[in-house]
């Protein structure tokens, strides 16, 4: 199963947890699988049927562009990261709307 490494902001959810191993063959079924674990995680990564702007996932130590559509293996290390940038803004692991 592939290995989700949870960023510090959402380690509240996870019960303090920073990394844990869930189903899923692309970043969309390992996000529900996540949600399934830790209800409302879902809302925190994504707006609507894309990751939450400002954040970018990276497979295996390679960023994607791919988003939700992003393949993972079975032996697979998924990130979810902030994207750099500069300027003021709200964090992106905030709560808010459901994806």
Request: hydrophobic share 40%; with cysteine; charged share 20%.
């Amino acid at each position: 199963m592939p290995v989700v490494f949870i960023p510090t902001p959402l380690r509240d959810m996870t019960a303090g947890a920073a990394l844990v191993t869930v189903e899923g063959s692309t970043v969309r079924a390992v996000v529900d699988a996540l949600d399934l674990r830790y209800p409302g995680i879902k809302t925190r990564l994504c707006r609507g049927d894309s990751l939450a702007a400002g954040l970018q996932v990276s497979i295996d130590h390679v960023m994607t562009t791919r988003g939700l559509r992003a393949t993972v293996r079975p032996d697979s290390e998924v990130h979810f990261l902030p994207v750099i940038g500069g300027g003021q803004g709200s964090s992106v692991f905030r709560d808010s709307t459901t994806c």
